[in-house]
């Protein structure tokens, strides 16, 4: 379902880890929908090149690079947004990393790895950006993931990280229940990945993700859609695909099944990227 073309008119919006995949499609669809916007990414080179592409549709982009799992470059990057745009109405915790590896395999700094990124770094930015939120009624919205439902065999910190999301997301909705923010969790399905997607290995070394075999993947700008769709709606909880929904109320609704389903697709999920 298209969002209607003034939604998101003259709004800013920061989206961490905007520099590619489903972060740039929220962007550039922001930007032809007439929102400002802040991109981010570590790399300085590709946050430029995001940027200059976005120049095309609009001249109200800029871009700042850093880490969101150093808290002082989040609060450098929300006053950014504020110095550059006068304002802040939408927070979009999307930069993530994906991990994959045995937990018994796994050393503790890559599991702390994916916990700095997946979950401080969206930690850290939403403290830095609440009280101008509070005070433009914004938005915030946390990226989730299918694998965060429940514990997945060979996930076990990207499993972790994206459960502690919801659980962070639940906390801060109650708590905002009368401010006027919105907080929301989206869950994307499968999208497609860039052809230079990393993920950590047991070590924490980045390295390039292989094609998901026989998976058939939602492309980034449908993906893309259903975010803007969740923040026009101000839905809590919202999928970028029937399959992701289905997944999780299955599991809500039959807990122990699930997890016996999971046992007994072990091997086939322990295969996927
Ligand atoms: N693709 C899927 O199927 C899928 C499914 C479920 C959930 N998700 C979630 O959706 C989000 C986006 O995924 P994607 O597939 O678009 O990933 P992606 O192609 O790897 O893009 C991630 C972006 O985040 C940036 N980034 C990574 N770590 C960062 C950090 N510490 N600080 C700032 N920026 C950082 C990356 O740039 P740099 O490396 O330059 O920092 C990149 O621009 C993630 O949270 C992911 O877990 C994706």
Not at 35 to 53: D, P
Not at 167 to 174: C, F, I, K, V, Y
Not at 176 to 196: K, L, M, R, S
């Amino acid at each position: 379902m298209p969002t209607s073309n003034h939604a998101f008119r003259d709004r800013v919006v920061v989206i961490t880890g905007s520099a590619q995949g489903i972060g740039y499609a929220v962007a550039e669809m922001l930007a032809s929908r007439g929102a400002y916007l802040i991109l981010n990414a570590r790399r300085s080179e590709k946050v430029a090149q995001a940027k200059a592409k976005l120049l095309s549709i609009t001249p109200h982009v800029d871009g700042l690079a850093g880490d969101v799992s150093d808290e002082s470059f989040t609060q450098e990057l929300v006053r950014f947004a504020i110095e550059r745009f006068g304002r802040l109405d939408i927070l979009i915790n999307n930069a993530g990393v994906a991990a994959g590896g045995l937990f018994k395999d796994t050393q503790g700094h890559a599991f702390r790895k994916v916990i700095d990124i997946n979950l401080l770094g969206s930690v850290y930015p939403t403290l830095a950006a609440l009280p101008e939120l509070t005070k433009t009624q914004g938005s915030i919205l946390f990226i989730g993931s299918v694998a965060g439902f429940a514990g997945l065999p060979r996930f076990a910190a990207y499993s972790s990280s994206k459960r502690a999301l919801v659980n962070l997301a639940e906390s801060l909705r109650t708590e905002c229940w009368d401010e006027g923010v919105f907080v929301g969790i989206h869950y994307p399905g499968f999208t497609e990945n860039e052809a230079d997607k990393t993920t950590l290995d047991p070590m924490g070394r980045e390295v390039v993700l292989q094609k998901r075999p026989g998976v058939r993947a939602l492309s980034r700008e449908q993906t893309a859609t259903k975010i803007l769709n969740q923040l026009e709606k101000r839905r809590f909880r919202m999928y970028s695909s029937k399959s992701a929904m289905a997944v999780d109320v299955f599991y809500r609704w039959f807990p122990g099944l699930f997890m016996r389903l999971i046992v007994l697709f072990r091997a086939r999920i322990m295969a996927m990227q």
